[in-house]
């Protein structure tokens, strides 16, 4: 059963960068696509970006690209999602997720297998 956590979250001041860790045990992540999404308060998920098995880089929301990469590091079996000239909207708590189907992770997320808790970002002005 793959487990998901993520982690680095934390409090940032506007125009600062923060790396968040999404590290998989039970399971490799070699085969599933990830996605990474985020909440805040009173507002729906939105999704970030999702990445496929093999590490291309499918797509970024637009709040969020060319601010935000995601890669994977097969060897530490994590993936990452390292977010520069951070926002007070990027608050929110931001989930990694995985599935062996990509068009879940990236189109239909309420039909992706695993989620991570979450983690909070903050994003002081």
């Known amino acids: 059963q793959l487990q998901l956590v993520e982690s680095g979250g934390g409090l940032v001041q506007s125009g600062g960068s923060l790396t968040l860790s999404c590290t998989a045990s039970g399971s490799t992540l070699e085969s599933y696509a990830i996605g990474w999404f985020r909440q805040a308060p009173g507002k729906e998920r939105e999704d970030i970006s999702c990445?496929?098995?093999?590490?291309?880089?499918?797509r970024y929301a637009d709040s969020v690209k060319g601010r935000f990469t995601v890669f994977r590091d097969s060897a530490k079996n994590t993936v990452y999602l390292q977010m520069n000239s951070l926002k007070p909207e990027d608050t929110a708590i931001y989930y990694c997720a995985a599935d062996d189907n990509l068009g879940y992770v990236c189109y239909d997320h309420i039909r992706i297998h695993y989620w991570g808790q979450g983690i909070q970002v903050t994003v002081s002005s």
């Open positions: 990445i496929n098995s093999s590490g291309g880089s499918f």
